[in-house]
């Protein structure tokens, strides 16, 4: 048998010596240096290991850029030497940087510090650049093989052991030395953030221990004998003889029967599995939390998780911005002076965490934020410094906007606007909404003038249905209301005229967020449309020939189409948007209803009838994005035919697309919060069980005629309004005539008789 060498042989012997005096010899079947006894947190520990390996995972992801002043050091052999295997540990082996950065954080958690040492090669490198590939590694020690030297009350140099046994000595200058606080008797070192989740740690792994030791007795398969009496030697030999051979035939397949005789009386019973306590599950719960909590990592982590998101509310990103940033500053600022050496000047290095995926969802929350903030006029220079978004400087960054309109904010405009609602012209039902064409301003002339002759309550009559290629929108009559309505209407009971003044101030979020739907999706067409102008149009050059002159602008007519938005996708998030808003303001409708008669449960409309209500509503806007459409398609030919530069022509279809979001948009909105808050409103009622409702208008001179002959009508709530000669559900009813529904600002309220 061949021995192994004597220096083996002697080195193990005084091992297992050692362990003998120490106690560790006492192998629990897991092999040798597996003990009872906890000594190698990282090693014995899961919880330990995950933890630490959580952190040095993050900030292995990221990468260290080195900085001269503000600005990226990149030189080429320089950037070579750090991208191959700058470090070395005493037995040799190398690591590349981002190894480097794994191990420092282990060494920072298991013995809080870690020393880079300079070798000869590093110490003169100061006088001159070196050519990196003559240097030696930088050497990474481990902690436990440092020894400090004092003097004097100051530390005067380092000893290193490396694997070998061999002892080295440096100057402090030649040590790069990151310790953690050490509040306790020794300031020269380090304090291991592992000690103070000793405990822990320790009594997790022992009770790991004892739960394997009770599995193992588990699969124990042995009996026992218990006797009535005393058994001599003998018989418990026979005993053991007969169950032994009967084992050995079960193992073959044979079973048969024993018979055990004797003068005593006894039986076998078979082990009893036993479990770990609900005590003892319960106190690893509470030790894993701890080990992470003392490791800085959330106790979340050490859970299972349903989601696993990676936003600013995520537990990584607490992880990060709690622990792993300030410890990889940490770890990084090690590499500030062999790098400056290299460099042969001052130079900083920094982990880049703004390319980090968990940081880089954060910080698009933070950009969906911005857009919110400059949505309500908030500049984005402003936006930028509350937020810390990094930006640079632009031109026009320092001026608000107001939504959707692409306005600069009117700095001495008053703050806060007309608190009456009936003075607010976004809440009017104007009295001349028809277009300025001369034909149709001379028809509803003749339709006023004779309603007014008549002295009566004439039905609107809709321009729209007299008209070509009809605009439902803006095509219809709101002020033919006689004299006797406006002098009616003048003589309204105050608290009545309080109480429309009241709902419609609720009304106002409900306007603007219909608004900003319609906005945000004009303004996406209207992005298309300057893309493809800005990339594509070429203005028609001068002709001397007319003919040829005719044929150009022809040609540049039919061209327009090549700049026009996507109808079909315009159409779909229009409609999509729409349907959004009107979910969430047929809920707040219900809801301010059962406030106002104060019931406490929740509303909630029906599912399926929101659907109808959808439906319904789409019926009425499908025209719209068409007349859109049509509208920038007669901007562009207008443009183009004229000869406008790209400027000018991209001046023209914002001016359109602006005219369109503060007029027709506007319409829209206040017409389709009336259908939502009359359906909403309806729809609680009933579900309150409210017998009766009543008509309420304005009161404003502009108020149609129809409409204010309807005032303070009641009827029952399962019942219509006879509007102009329609039936009404409630004000705003989808069934309506657009002239009776459009830009109404009538409201429903609940009334307790039928004479209210």
């Known amino acids: 048998m061949k021995l192994l060498p004597r220096a083996v042989r002697s ?17 629990d079947g897991l092999g040798y240096g597996r003990t009872a006894e906890f000594i190698l947190p990282r090693e014995q520990s899961g919880w330990v290991r995950s933890a630490i390996d959580k952190k040095a995972g993050e900030i292995a992801a990221t990468e260290v850029e080195f900085y001269d002043g503000d600005k990226e050091y990149d030189e080429a052999r320089f ?34 510090e870690f020393f880079i040492l300079l070798r000869e090669g590093w110490t003169d490198i100061s006088l001159r650049p070196r050519n990196p590939a003559s240097l030696p590694p930088l050497l990474l020690a481990r902690p436990d093989c440092m020894r400090h030297i004092v003097s004097g009350g100051q530390i005067i140099g380092w000893a290193h052991t490396d694997a070998g046994g061999r002892q080295e000595t440096f100057l402090p200058e030649d040590v790069i030395h990151v310790p953690i606080m050490n509040t306790g008797c020794d300031e020269f070192r380090g304090s291991a953030p592992v000690d103070a989740i000793f405990n822990a740690a320790a009594g997790d792994y022992l009770a790991g221990v004892y739960v394997k030791n009770l599995m193992r ?17 003998a018989q418990k030999q026979q005993i053991i003889a007969s169950l032994r051979e009967k084992q050995r035939k079960a193992r ?73 940033i300030a410890e990889a500053g940490a770890i990084d600022s090690a590499l500030d002076r062999p790098a400056s050496l290299l460099a042969g000047r001052p130079l900083t290095a920094v982990a880049d965490w703004d390319d980090h995926p968990v940081m880089v969802e954060a910080r698009q929350a933070r950009v969906d934020t911005a857009i919110k903030l400059t949505g309500v006029g908030m500049p984005m220079k402003n936006v930028n410094d509350y937020l810390g978004l990094g930006m640079d400087a632009f031109p026009g960054w320092q001026i608000g906007y107001l939504p959707f309109s692409v306005s600069p904010v009117d700095p001495n405009a008053s703050q806060g606007g007309s608190s009456d609602p009936a003075a607010d012209p976004a809440l009017a039902e104007p009295a001349d909404a028809a277009p300025a064409d001369p034909e149709v301003e001379q028809l509803r002339l003749v339709l006023l003038a004779r309603q007014r002759a008549a002295n009566s309550k004439p039905e609107c009559r809709s321009l729209s249905s007299q008209l070509s290629a009809p605009d439902s929108f803006s095509m219809f009559t709101c002020g033919c209301h006689g004299d006797a309505s406006v002098v009616a209407q003048k003589a309204r009971d105050p608290k009545q005229l309080a ?71 315009f159409s779909d998030g229009l409609l999509a948007a729409m349907r959004k808003a009107g979910e969430t303001a047929l809920d707040t409708a219900g809801s301010q209803l059962f406030k106002e008669i104060g019931r406490d449960d929740p509303f909630k409309f029906p599912p399926e009838a929101v659907l109808e209500y959808a439906r319904a509503r789409e019926n009425k806007l499908k025209g719209v994005p068409q007349e859109t459409f049509d509208r920038i398609k007669e901007a562009l030919e207008e443009g183009i035919t004229k000869g406008d530069t790209t400027e000018e022509l991209a001046t023209r279809v914002r001016a359109e697309f602006n005219g369109i979001d503060q007029g027709k948009a506007r319409v829209i909105a206040t017409t389709e919060t009336a259908a939502a808050y009359g359906a909403g409103r309806d729809e609680a009622m009933q579900q309150a069980g409210i017998g009766y409702k009543q008509w309420l208008t304005s009161g404003n001179a502009n108020v149609r005629a129809a409409h204010a002959a309807a005032n303070e009508q009641i009827v029952r709530i399962d019942e219509f309004f006879e509007v102009g000669g329609e039936q009404l559900q409630f004000p705003g009813d989808p069934a309506g005539a657009p002239e009776n529904v459009i830009n109404c600002h009538c409201v429903s309220i609940p009334v307790e008789t039928a004479e209210g």
């Open 217 to 233: 007795n588990n699969g124990d398969q042995g009996v026992f004998v218990l006797a009535d009496g005393n058994l001599d030697e």
């Open 252 to 324: 073959r397949g044979e079973f048969s029967i024993g018979f055990l005789g004797g003068p005593a009386k006894f039986e076998i019973q078979d082990a009893k599995a036993q479990a770990p306590g609900a005590d003892l599950t319960a106190a690893r719960l509470a030790s894993r939390h701890e080990i992470y909590i003392g490791l800085g990592v959330p106790a979340s982590m050490a859970d299972i998780k349903a989601s696993y998101s990676t936003g600013a509310s995520s537990d990584r990103y607490q992880l990060i911005t709690g622990t792993c």
């Open 11 to 27: 080195w193990v012997a005084r091992s297992f010596a050692a362990d003998f005096i120490a106690g560790r010899d006492a192998d």
């Open 79 to 112: 950037k070579a030497f750090w991208s191959g295997q700058p470090f070395a540990l005493s037995t040799g082996r190398r690591l590349t940087l981002d190894q480097y950065r794994v191990w420092a954080a282990n060494w920072f958690d298991l013995k809080g």
């Open 499 to 569: 109480q429309w003044r009241d709902h419609m101030t609720k009304r106002r979020g409900t306007v603007k967020l219909y608004q900003s739907k319609i906005g945000r999706e004009l303004m996406k067409a209207r992005g298309e449309v300057l893309a493809k102008i800005q990339k594509n149009y070429r203005p028609a050059e001068k002709s001397g020939s007319q003919l040829s002159a005719l044929n150009s602008q022809l040609a540049q007519r039919a061209a327009a189409a090549n700049f026009l938005f996507d109808l079909t996708k």
